[in-house]
């Protein structure tokens, strides 16, 4: 049974994120703000939001990665703009955020990579104030043999077995499209370094969860573990995605995900 506070407590714990959230505003003036333009929609936004984000089982930064790719994912144009700063404030570097948009590209399609590639370095040139973003890099060129080898490190996460024979595999199931996943998904995003494993899975599960991709959870919550996430971490995620993603998404994950990693739960 999940602990029960007083409503005291949880606005306290609200507060103590939008004062993150929004540096030069006066949380209880957010609160009334909110309240008074959009009523019971708005005063929830300041307690149940600001209440979420300041839960310990997951850190604020894990928070802001799993909540910008979210949010891109669902072409969330305002709301990404703002969490793009949050999560620099949250402890995310440029670079990071910037190869989250990588993984969107591939889970969510280009256009909404694009998309939101706007939407962020909006945000990150605001918080550089700077007119023009610089330092970005080309992908690394490489042929389909050296994707085919940085893959073979990442075949667990496509549930492909071990090593270079996972891709003639996962062809038979799925034809060109496996090929696809494999040598871009894995052979190039996946095996980047800028983020962490344990991130990229973070990133990958929270995608899959607000697009309402439950097929895939199993076999990604499996891999998660291999990547550092626990089932504690994951039931957070799935908290917290129920305000992002909503309740029937989230809880439709939950149940996928605990069915696949009960036996396996660190």
């Given at each position: 049974?999940?602990a029960?506070?007083?409503?005291?407590?949880?606005?306290?714990?609200?507060?103590?994120s939008?004062?993150?959230?929004?540096?030069?505003?006066?949380?209880?003036?957010?609160?009334?703000?909110?309240?008074?333009?959009?009523?019971a929609l708005?005063?929830?936004a300041?307690?149940?939001?600001?209440?979420?984000?300041?839960?310990?089982?997951?850190?604020?930064?894990?928070?802001?990665?799993?909540?910008?790719s979210?949010?891109?994912?669902?072409?969330?144009?305002?709301?990404?703009?703002?969490?793009?700063?949050?999560?620099?404030?949250?402890?995310?570097?440029?670079a990071?955020?910037?190869e989250?948009?990588?993984?969107?590209?591939?889970?969510?399609?280009?256009?909404?990579?694009?998309?939101?590639?706007?939407?962020?370095?909006a945000a990150?040139?605001d918080?550089?104030?700077?007119?023009?973003?610089?330092?970005?890099?080309a992908?690394?060129?490489?042929?389909?043999?050296?994707?085919?080898?940085?893959?073979?490190?990442?075949?667990?996460?496509?549930?492909?077995?071990?090593?270079g024979a996972?891709?003639?595999?996962?062809?038979?199931?799925?034809?060109?499209?496996?090929?696809?996943?494999?040598?871009?998904?894995?052979?190039?995003?996946?095996?980047?370094?800028v983020?962490?494993?344990r991130?990229?899975?973070?990133?990958?599960?929270?995608?899959?969860i607000?697009?309402?991709?439950?097929?895939?959870?199993?076999?990604?919550?499996?891999?998660?573990?291999r990547?550092?996430?626990?089932?504690?971490?994951?039931?957070?995620?799935?908290?917290?995605?129920?305000?992002?993603?909503?309740?029937?998404?989230?809880?439709?994950?939950?149940?996928?995900?605990?069915?696949?990693?009960?036996?396996?739960?660190?």
């Amino acid at each position: 049974m999940a602990a029960s506070m007083s409503y005291e407590t949880r606005h306290a714990a609200a507060a103590e994120s939008f004062a993150i959230f929004f540096p030069d505003a006066e949380p209880e003036r957010t609160a009334a703000s909110l309240a008074r333009r959009l009523g019971a929609l708005g005063s929830m936004a300041f307690d149940v939001v600001g209440a979420m984000w300041s839960r310990p089982q997951l850190s604020r930064r894990d928070r802001s990665l799993m909540i910008i790719s979210v949010l891109a994912a669902q072409a969330r144009d305002e709301e990404l703009i703002v969490h793009t700063r949050i999560g620099l404030a949250h402890g995310l570097v440029r670079a990071e955020i910037e190869e989250i948009l990588l993984f969107i590209a591939a889970l969510a399609g280009f256009p909404a990579a694009m998309a939101a590639s706007r939407r962020v370095d909006a945000a990150l040139k605001d918080a550089e104030d700077v007119e023009r973003l610089e330092g970005r890099t080309a992908a690394k060129a490489k042929s389909d043999d050296e994707r085919d080898a940085d893959a073979a490190r990442f075949a667990f996460v496509l549930a492909a077995g071990e090593g270079g024979a996972a891709l003639a595999r996962l062809e038979a199931a799925s034809g060109e499209a496996a090929a696809t996943a494999w040598r871009w998904l894995l052979g190039e995003i996946w095996s980047r370094e800028v983020l962490a494993d344990r991130d990229k899975a973070i990133v990958t599960l929270a995608v899959h969860i607000a697009l309402g991709a439950t097929d895939d959870l199993p076999r990604l919550a499996r891999a998660a573990l291999r990547l550092g996430l626990t089932r504690a971490d994951m039931d957070e995620m799935t908290n917290h995605l129920a305000l992002y993603a909503g309740a029937p998404r989230a809880l439709a994950a939950a149940r996928a995900i605990r069915r696949a990693v009960t036996a396996k739960a660190p």
